[in-house]
């Protein structure tokens, strides 16, 4: 495959911003904490406590009533620090989120307490060491308690990556086409619960695929990168890549994989699909896949899209597009089912033996059976 049409492209990576989401499941929490509401939080910050102090950040617990922030060590309500709140995507942000269902991944029966991380913005020359240092430090404090972090299907990891600057329309534009290519091939990089379904109409997903809304459904490879170059503005473009399946075509949505939204309210785009670990090398591996993602997306001509998507089988098994991608290799794509099949052939992908957690993470019971057990149960206190 000739890859010299990949052109020298706008976005440098030197300038690529980073904020990770990490969302997962605390058990064995001491009754000191387990007792105390939002404890679970305050542990966290305070577990974060000597890496924000090197940072010279906050750790914000988000989501409580001012009036509370008394209760715990962990915040600063001083009048600074309640005025630094006010520009909270600078500082740690430690928050109990809803879609985290709290159930252990091997017995239901068990419920922990859900946390979600936010990292602060961080930049080329801090994010690896402070993904490193904050996995570290939460393993680290849970060890020296007794307490254990477990993930299921309903955790994930979130990446936001910036430019420091507005994307432009060509940027998502190109984005865009890279998501509609090479989605499939990037679905290899997650273990199979963060694989959404082949695109159907009748779907609820948190992380859906980009394929399966009304801008794509039906649309050959080529067409879907027509229908995108035929767009003449930045919610035309998020209105096909992000349309909200709900019968209002000018509504958009987050809850896909790939998220394109935030262009507007954050600068950035957002990914995903990843599965919830506090693995911080495989934390870095897809930081810098994705970064990869992103940057050659941008470098890639226009004619060369329409080129790709006329030959995707040759694309998505060329090493060196896949490498400039971040793309896993030796993954072939078939175009009837659109499921990816191992270097063997082996359509039903038993090959997927990527390391992300420990088999026992993995939870194989659906959303529906999994939200009923949380709303009946109404006890969120661990089982042990």
């Not at 990770?20 to 577990?47: C, S, T």
């Not at 979130?158 to 509609?180: C, F, N, P």
């Not at 019968?247 to 785009?269: E, M, Q």
Request: hydrophobic share 35%; net charge negative.
């Amino acid at each position: 495959m000739d890859t010299k049409c990949l052109e020298t492209g706008t976005i440098n990576f030197k300038d690529i911003t980073i904020g990770v989401e990490l969302e997962m499941i605390l058990f064995k929490l001491p009754p000191a904490i387990k007792y105390i509401p939002y404890g679970e939080l305050d542990f966290i910050a305070n577990a974060l406590e000597d890496l924000a102090t090197e940072m010279g950040v906050m750790r914000i617990i988000d989501g409580v009533m001012p009036h509370e922030l008394k209760s715990f060590k962990s915040q600063d309500t001083s009048t600074g620090g309640m005025a630094q709140r006010e520009h909270i995507e600078l500082h740690f942000q430690i928050k109990d989120d809803i879609s985290i269902k709290p159930f252990h991944p091997t017995n239901k029966s068990l419920h922990g307490r859900g946390v979600e991380v936010c990292t602060p913005i961080l930049t080329q020359d801090n994010w690896e060491q402070t993904l490193r240092s904050m996995c570290t430090a939460i393993t680290t404090a849970c060890e020296q308690c007794g307490a254990a972090i477990h993930f299921n299907d309903s955790c994930g990891l979130h990446v936001h990556i910036g430019l420091g600057r507005e994307y432009t329309l060509r940027e998502l534009k190109q984005l865009a086409k890279a998501i509609v290519l090479f989605e499939r091939q990037m679905d290899h990089h997650h273990p199979r619960h963060r694989r959404p379904p082949p695109p159907s109409i009748h779907r609820s997903s948190m992380i859906a695929s980009n394929l399966d809304n009304h801008g794509l459904r039906d649309l050959t490879p080529a067409q879907m990168i027509w229908r995108i170059d035929d767009q003449t503005g930045v919610h035309r473009v998020l209105r096909i890549i992000n349309g909200a399946n709900d019968g209002n075509y000018t509504s958009i949505s987050r809850f896909y994989k790939y998220n394109l939204t935030c262009a507007l309210t954050y600068k950035t785009v957002e990914f995903r699909q990843a599965a919830g670990t506090i693995d911080a090398e495989w934390i870095v591996a897809w930081v810098k896949n994705i970064c990869r993602f992103v940057t050659a997306a941008a470098a890639t001509g226009d004619e060369t899209w329409y080129e790709w998507a006329e030959s995707l089988d040759s694309v998505v098994t060329d090493a060196e597009i896949c490498s400039r991608f971040g793309m896993p290799e030796g993954i072939e794509t078939d175009d009837v089912d659109g499921v990816v099949a191992g270097e063997d052939g082996d359509k039903d992908g038993d090959d997927d033996d990527v390391e992300y957690e420990d088999e026992e993470d993995d939870m194989s019971f659906d959303y529906a059976d999994e939200f009923e057990l949380f709303t009946i149960g109404g006890d969120d206190s661990d089982s042990e």
